[in-house]
Structures are given as structure tokens and as C-alpha cells.
């Protein structure tokens, strides 16, 4: 029952629901860390935080906000963390340099790098929930990567997903081969990797920069979106 934010000033935030009124509120414990903004915080739902800020570096905490490590300048900026979906010590971060590198949490260093060609930034990532050794990036370029670390890091499709940069994607929890992104060309598409060159489904009805994506962990086929033009969206498709 605990959100946690990342916010501009480096911390994270911690917020919980009121058992009267139902809202969230703060629960008044806030963890420092980052030198510059804060802009990715994920949690192996069991005893370890990770975040990715402005810095470049790469922060662990335990579960009650305690700094376990910090890995400075991992990136000249870090876009994006992630916690692989069934190791619980393993995890991924991209930056500004582009790079995606990828994290145990029990060795205080990287375990392996994916370079991209160009150094363009990669904004976001996410770990195949069906694949446990794949991982897939979008990138400031509009282009979606998919790399199997299990082969040298190989990069095993490449395809055009966006005319600017793509901001935030997530692979499907029901589809080991639907993926849904969003983007500063304000849309939003699902993918199927097995067909990538056309979008199975988009929207771009879309006023201003689409700039958070997420899929139900309840219902199959449906994910939501916020944009710059202050909407927030479901889909089904």
C-alpha cells in the first residue's frame, strides 16, 4: 500500500492510503539521494528500491529507505530503471550516453554494457516478462531495440516506432510478444514483435507530448497513458 514518487529535487517520496478517507497521503519519510532530478524509482516488491536520476548515477535502498549503494556516473544521465521481472538482484538502467547497462545488486559494478549505435539517449527499457534473458529499449532516435543477453548482447530487431523520440514502453504481462510504447510525436502504439513494422493499433489524437504509459495487471489488452495535454487515457485493443 505504498507509492513511491521521484521527484526534481533527488529525493524519493513515500506515500501511503489514509485507512479513513482512502486518499494517499505523505507518510512524511523521503529518501535522499540523487544530486540532480530523480526521474525512475523501481522496487523488486520485496526488499530492494533502485533509482536513476540526473546525476548518472544509480542508487539502491532496502525496502525502509536505508542507501545500500551508490553507483555514480553510470550513465553522464540515467533515464530509466528497471527491476528484471523474476530475478530479484538483477536489474537494467539506460542513459545519455547510449547505453543500457545491466546491474546485480550483489556485485557494486556493472555486469555487462549494451551499446547503441550513434550515443543517442535511450529514454526507457523493459525486460521481456516471458523471456527472462530479453530486453527492449526506445531510444531519442523513435527506433525500439530488442537485445538478447544470452548471445553477447546481440541486437535481434531494430525497427522505426515513432517519428520523434519514444518516451516510455512496456512489454505486455499476457503477450511474450506485444509491446506498447509513447512518444513526443504525440501517440501511443502496440506492437507485435512477431509483425514489428506496422503498429497493431495507435492513437494520435493526442495535443501535446504523450509521456507515461502502463499496462493492467488486470486486464488483459488494456493500458493507460498521461500526456502534456493533461488527459489520461485507457485503451483496449
Known amino acids: 500500500d505504498t507509492v513511491m514518487v521521484a521527484s526534481g529535487d533527488g529525493f524519493i517520496h513515500l506515500y501511503g492510503r489514509d485507512t479513513i ?12 539521494g540523487h544530486a540532480k532530478e530523480c526521474v525512475s524509482i ?5 526488499n530492494l528500491i ?4 540526473w546525476d548518472g548515477a544509480v542508487l539502491l535502498f532496502n525496502a525502509s529507505g536505508r542507501l545500500l549503494s ?23 538502467s539506460s542513459g ?16 555487462s554494457v549494451i551499446n547503441h549505435t550513434g550515443h543517442m539517449d535511450i529514454l526507457t527499457i523493459d525486460w521481456n516478462k516471458y523471456d527472462r534473458q530479453m530486453i527492449v529499449s526506445g531510444s531519442a ?20 516506432a515513432h517519428r520523434r523520440a519514444v518516451k516510455k514502453l512496456v512489454c505486455s504481462p499476457f503477450n511474450k510478444s506485444l509491446l506498447m510504447t509513447c512518444s513526443y510525436d504525440m501517440s501511443v502504439a ?35 497513458s498521461c500526456s502534456w495535454d493533461q488527459s489520461m487515457r485507457e485503451f483496449t485493443f
Do not use: Q
Open 96 to 111: 545519455g550516453d547510449g547505453k543500457v547497462v545491466l546491474h546485480d545488486s550483489r556485485i557494486n559494478s556493472s555486469t
Open 141 to 160: 532516435d523513435g527506433i525500439i531495440r530488442m537485445f538478447d543477453t544470452r548471445r553477447n548482447n546481440a541486437c535481434l530487431l531494430s525497427f522505426k
Open 190 to 224: 502496440v506492437w507485435d514483435l512477431k509483425a514489428p513494422f506496422v503498429p497493431a493499433a495507435k492513437e494520435s489524437s493526442f495535443t501535446e507530448f504523450v509521456t507515461g504509459l502502463d499496462h493492467s495487471l488486470f486486464k488483459p489488452n488494456t493500458f493507460y
Open 21 to 32: 478517507t482512502g486518499r494517499l497521503k505523505h507518510l512524511n519519510r523521503s529518501v535522499a
Open 50 to 53: 533502485i533509482s536513476g536520476g
Open 42 to 46: 523501481d522496487t523488486n516488491h520485496s
Open 70 to 92: 551508490t553507483r555514480s556516473r553510470v550513465h553522464n544521465t540515467s533515464y530509466r530503471v528497471t527491476m528484471h521481472p523474476s530475478d530479484k538482484e538483477i536489474f537494467a
